[in-house]
């Protein structure tokens, strides 16, 4: 397809697309061009600055395309963290920083935990020394 600004005798200037050039030739020839304004069919193209894609548009779209990808390959490296953290280790919920301690002070099994904590039980267990991680947990939950 292509873009043609085109112009009647009245100077009316207005869009048309065509299959190719020869469409436009072809029809424009014919008399089966109208002006959609006042309808005569004396219609011809109309001068038009040709859209060129301009370097720094091709490397907003090449910026655009890297940063959807590393999204994407986030997202299912985040995917697959909370799949071998939910296979491996227990889900404590939100008594997370009471059985990181039991664990740190030998109160109970070594074995690996998840579950969720304030900021400040966080900030608490990193005082103590407990190793702890924050982990970016994509709410299977939620709707994108």
Known sequence: MILFQLKCEHDHEFEGWFKDGATYDAQAAGGDLSCP???????????????????????????KQR???VAEATKTAIAEIRKQV???????????????????????????????????????????GIDIHALPWDDKTKKN
């Not at 919920?93 to 935990?113: L, M, P, Q, S, V």
């Open 37 to 63: 304004v006042c309808g005569t069919s004396n219609v011809g193209k109309a001068l038009m600055a040709p859209r060129l894609r301009t370097t720094r548009q091709k490397e907003d779209a090449a910026e």
């Open 67 to 69: 940063q959807k990808a």
């Open 86 to 128: 939910e296979t491996n280790c227990e889900n404590v919920g939100t008594k997370f920083a009471e059985e990181a301690r039991k664990i740190h002070y030998g109160e109970t099994e070594k074995r690996g935990i998840y579950g969720e904590a304030s900021i400040k039980e966080t900030a608490e267990l990193v005082d103590e």
